[in-house]
């Protein structure tokens, strides 16, 4: 059921402005949406401190090495707007098509919410800003994610598979909804397949994609009232089948939590790190925990604190050649909780935290050449945007 259509127009008058700017370093900042296409890591948008959503795209460079000491940032093609709290995958096909969905965009002229309702592709390869990103209407039902954030979309086998999320609205909090339906995405229809939801509702969770094409929901906020995803039980998707169950899970007790992040190693245990409980966005125990996908158990690996981050919430996490990249969040265990724009990485071989790490760039794509500082070009966009309900 959906209470709200967008039939309105976008008009965008767009000046643009080529200049060279030097790196940078990004603001603190949390909730933005992160991939990595081939060897480039992406984060799109982020909530500042400065209490507004940025429109910023950032990436960093993994072709060849990452010192978490002396990191060398690129800008990219910034988004019309600030956004925060999206779900960005990338398509398996090319590595380099990037699809954003849901998410709240943020206009910073009047300070005011307006809500990704339509998917957003970013093509990282284009060479112009402009042929960068697209933005698309998705036959059938452009409204979908109109108003829907806390989600994390998975491609596999040419389709996007968009579970639940949540609507939270800081005007009217008793309108608030989390859902559990199942959208699914075929990239080479652009078509959207009717699929059975899930018995639960869940947002800020994390999906991650298994070889065997099964989804693992892991945490999340299930019940707007405060109600959490047990630890001791993985709700599973299977994107072949296309059917859901649940698996139990035994082992160490795990804090429930939600704005965590997990990835899938190389011995194919989930890595999980992080996220936070309650309204305050309290630090959960462990921070760090391993799913076993085969034994179905929890455990708490004991990792050194040597250059470990603090523990976070609303972060990203990637996996990328045996080491899991941490990024930007909220750190929750002090008193006047901030953002953070570190990086730190784990070698999942043996759980160590290492502030550098490289990698042999014979086995990985190289990049064309790229200088200290690059070229970008900024956007001036003057848009009239008329929803009408
Ligand atoms: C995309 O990346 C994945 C893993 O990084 C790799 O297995 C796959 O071969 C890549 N696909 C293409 C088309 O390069
Ligand atoms: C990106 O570039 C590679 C190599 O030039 C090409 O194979 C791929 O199709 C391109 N991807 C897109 C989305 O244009
Ligand atoms: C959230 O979605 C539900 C169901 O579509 C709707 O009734 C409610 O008004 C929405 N809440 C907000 C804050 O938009
Ligand atoms: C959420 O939790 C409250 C209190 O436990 C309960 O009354 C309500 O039915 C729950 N809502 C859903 C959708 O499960
Ligand atoms: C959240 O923090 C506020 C301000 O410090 C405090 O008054 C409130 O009791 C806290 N709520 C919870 C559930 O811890
Ligand atoms: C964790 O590792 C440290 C250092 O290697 C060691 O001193 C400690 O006993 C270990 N703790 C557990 C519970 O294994
Ligand atoms: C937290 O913020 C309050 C109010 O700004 C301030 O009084 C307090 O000293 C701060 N605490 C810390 C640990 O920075
Ligand atoms: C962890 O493994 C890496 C290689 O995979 C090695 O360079 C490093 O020294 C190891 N660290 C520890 C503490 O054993
Ligand atoms: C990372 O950069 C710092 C500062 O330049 C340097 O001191 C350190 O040796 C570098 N680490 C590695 C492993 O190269
Ligand atoms: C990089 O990998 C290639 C092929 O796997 C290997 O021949 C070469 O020795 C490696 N170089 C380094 C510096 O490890």
Known sequence: MNCFKITGYNFFIII??????????PDLRYKQASALAGTKLYFFGGWFTTTTASPEVWYLDLSNSLNTTTLTWYNDATMPLGYIYGSACVSPIDNTTVYLIGGRMFNLNVQHFYYA???????SNASQSRAKWQYLNVNGNTNLFYKRDGMQAVFNNEKIFIYGG???????????????????LDTTTMLWLPLESSV????????????????????GLTNVSSGYAKM????????????WFNKCVSGDSIGARLGHSAVLSHDKS???????YGINNTQVFPDTAILNIKTWRWSTPNISQVNAPPPLTFHSATIYNNYMIIAFGLITNVENQTFSNKIYI????????????????????????????????????????????
Do not use: C, K
């Open 16 to 25: 643009s402005i080529s200049f060279v700017i030097n790196q940078g370093i």
């Open 117 to 123: 309702s339509e998917f957003s592709i970013f093509n």
């Open 166 to 184: 949540s609507n939270f609205s800081v005007d009217h909090p008793s309108l608030d909804q989390l859902f559990g339906d199942m959208n699914v």
């Open 200 to 219: 639960y509702s869940s947002a800020a969770y994390t999906a991650t994609l298994l070889p065997n094409g099964q989804i693992i929901y892991i945490g």
């Open 232 to 243: 001791s039980e993985v709700q599973i998707f299977d994107t072949i089948f296309l059917n």
């Open 270 to 276: 989930i890595i999980i790190y992080g996220g936070s």
């Open 346 to 389: 784990l070698d999942t071989q043996n759980y160590t935290w290492v502030t550098a790490i490289s990698f042999n760039s014979s086995n990985l794509n190289r990049l064309s050449t790229e200088n200290n500082f690059m070229r970008i070009e900024a956007y001036i966009l003057i848009g009239i945007i008329v929803f009408i309900y």
